[in-house]
């Protein structure tokens, strides 16, 4: 089995190699190389110990931050190259690191401590692929699988439980059965990680191609890191436009949307809200009306607690909110909105409705569908002909104010914008004269 090794990792190798030390490129960047994958970066195990990959490596830079765990990053390239010493792994006290490590002399102990077999598979061009523990093979059947003991491997990291679902939902593997058993046994040991690193595996997983099982199969997982979605477990809409409870939909809808982290959260979250926002009429009709300002304040307060930036938080809760709004293929309603939302979001919401549309019961899903595609031409022929529906685009600006006399920069907005709605209303033309004349017509100078 032959790997094709980029020049730098082929540098690394070879240096420590002929210093008289093992070196192998390691975990990840050989799964991917054996799927024809280009990985996105190289790690390395070695026989070396940190302070002899520093001699070796003397005329480069060099990082020492993970030193006392063994790793020295190489910069090649202006990029950093990490090599780690083989090492054998103590107690886990805090089901994140380990209390203290070993260095070891034998790849066979490195190897041992990995998390699952794809990534516990090593390489270089002298001896070939080394895998002592099936790796290969269970990428063959697309598996995933715990090195050793499963219970053991969680208990020592808990985030390898969210990193197995992860693996699962971007490769579109099965989860082995002893590892899937363990995943659920320990799935509270998740409630003690980091919320950035829940953050960082929950958005890969979601963006995998298998997300819809994964959130199926293990939704009693996903609630340890975000409990407030239990509420919508086995939640019947008791309406005709559905056939699943809200969950499930949840889950068709995220599948049904292309793999944007923004676009996949938005739609996790879009019905959160639904349970708290029931109604029943004097009919015995069920309604929904303000689950979409009730889902966004509940994701608001759960992506600040996954300590998500700012900007993502607010655009995932503005497409919340306006997820459920019915849009006409009218022309003025539509400037209206690209001017509250502008287009980027206006062509997210398109996706998001149709995503929407796609998770629900066929009742009238065909007319739902006729009546979207119809919006988005619209929208497209409004882009498209640069038709104005923003301040930027408006035929006068405040320039243009100051000079007629007006000094109020409160006034000033308030006439740009009255003059603004006039013209996506129709009512005047996006000529500078006209709209000079609106103004000095409607508004008194201070």
């Known amino acids: 089995m032959r790997i094709n090794l980029p020049d730098n990792a082929k540098y690394i190798i070879e240096k420590l190699q002929n210093a008289g030390y093992e070196c192998y490129a390691v975990g990840g960047c050989v799964r991917d190389s054996l799927r024809g994958v280009e990985p996105n970066d190289w790690d390395f195990t070695t026989s070396a ?8 490596f003397a005329d480069h830079p060099t990082v020492t931050v993970g030193k006392q765990y063994g790793t020295i990053a190489v910069i090649l390239d202006d990029a950093p190259h990490e090599i780690t010493t083989y090492r054998v792994d103590g107690g886990y006290s805090d089901t994140r690191h380990p209390d203290e490590v070993s260095f070891s002399s034998s790849l066979c102990d490195d190897l041992a401590r990995r998390d699952f ?14 895998d002592l523990y099936g790796g290969r093979s269970d990428m063959g059947f697309g598996v995933i699988r715990c090195v050793g003991e499963p219970e053991q491997r969680f208990c020592e990291d808990a985030l390898r439980i969210l990193r197995a679902l992860r693996f699962a939902a971007m490769l579109g593997y099965s989860i082995e059965q002893r590892t899937a058993e363990a995943i659920l046994k320990q799935r509270r040991l998740l409630a003690d990680i980091s919320a950035e690193r829940v953050r960082d595996e929950l958005l890969k997983l979601l963006c995998g191609e298998k997300v819809d099982f994964i959130l199926r199969r293990y939704r009693s997982v996903i609630a340890v890191v975000i409990p407030e979605l239990m509420g919508t477990f086995d939640f019947d809409q008791h309406n005709k436009h559905h056939n699943r409870d809200v969950y499930r939909h949840i889950v068709a809808s995220v599948r049904n949307i292309e793999p944007d982290p923004l676009l996949r959260m938005t739609m996790l979250f879009h019905d959160i ?6 109604t029943v009429d004097k009919k015995g009709e069920y309604h929904y009306r303000n689950h979409p300002q009730i889902g966004a304040a509940m994701t608001r307060e759960i992506l600040r607690r996954l ?6 938080i607010d ?7 306006y997820h ?7 022309t003025v309603q539509l400037k209206q909105f690209l001017k509250q939302l502008g287009p980027e979001h206006m062509k997210r919401l398109y996706k998001i409705q149709r995503a ?28 498209e002909s640069g038709e104005c529906y923003s301040l930027r685009m408006l035929g006068i600006s405040g320039a243009d104010l100051l000079h007629l006399g007006y000094r109020s920069g409160k006034q000033i907005g308030e006439m740009l914008e009255s003059a603004l709605d006039q013209v996506i209303a129709g009512e005047l033309p996006n000529e500078k004269a006209a709209l000079l004349a609106y103004v000095t017509a409607t508004f008194d100078k201070a």
């Not at 110990?49 to 070796?56: F, N, Q, T």
């Not at 809200?273 to 029931?278: N, S, T, V, Y």
């Open 49 to 56: 110990l940190p302070d002899e990959i520093e001699r070796v």
């Open 273 to 278: 809200g639904k349970p708290l926002a029931q």
């Open 315 to 321: 655009e995932v809760c503005t497409l919340i909110r």
């Open 307 to 312: 300590c998500l930036p700012n900007h993502f």
């Open 117 to 130: 077999s794809i990534n516990a598979m090593a390489y270089n061009e002298r001896d070939g692929l080394v």
């Open 324 to 330: 459920d709004v019915r849009f006409e293929p009218d």
């Open 356 to 383: 929407d549309i796609m998770a629900q019961s066929s009742y009238m899903r065909d007319e739902k569908l006729r009546k979207l595609g119809a919006v988005y031409t619209e929208l497209l022929r409004i882009l």
